[in-house]
């Protein structure tokens, strides 16, 4: 058996997860972007804190962050637990996409800026969700 052939699989899951990285990444940019085009306003205001306006430098940290995280979560259960790592992931990144939408609900925001800013939330799950684990074999 030729190196080649050893090396395949593990680089082109290696490309695959990378490319849901900078999917995910993009379009959090892409939505959010839309959204200032369309004159959402992004000033976010949590109880008791100043406002805050999310640019698109914090979407880009928080998506490329977040899909990391969503990754290496991965990878840890598919070293670990690897019969169980595809089922157990992809209901842990819907929980934790859910979990990641509350917020939204007591901050003080335009309805534009949740609106925008719960897609981008969404955004990160679909990529990873649809792109990260092995397909099925």
Partial sequence: M??????????STLRRRALAV???VV???AIWSIGALA???YAVESPGQPATV???????????????????????LERFAPRVARPV?????VAVTL???VPLIGVEATGGAKLTLGAT?????????ALLPRPRR
């Fill in 121 to 129: 939330h969404v955004a990160v799950a679909v990529a990873l969700i």
């Fill in 27 to 29: 379009a959090c940019l």
């Fill in 54 to 76: 999310i640019g698109a430098g914090a979407i880009f940290v928080v998506a490329l962050g977040a899909a990391l995280l969503g990754w290496a979560s991965l990878a840890l």
């Fill in 39 to 41: 004159g959402v306003d």
């Fill in 2 to 11: 030729s190196a080649a052939a050893v090396t395949t699989p593990t680089t």
């Fill in 99 to 101: 979990l990641s939408l």
């Fill in 22 to 24: 900078g999917i995910a």
């Fill in 89 to 93: 992931w992809i209901s842990l990144a």
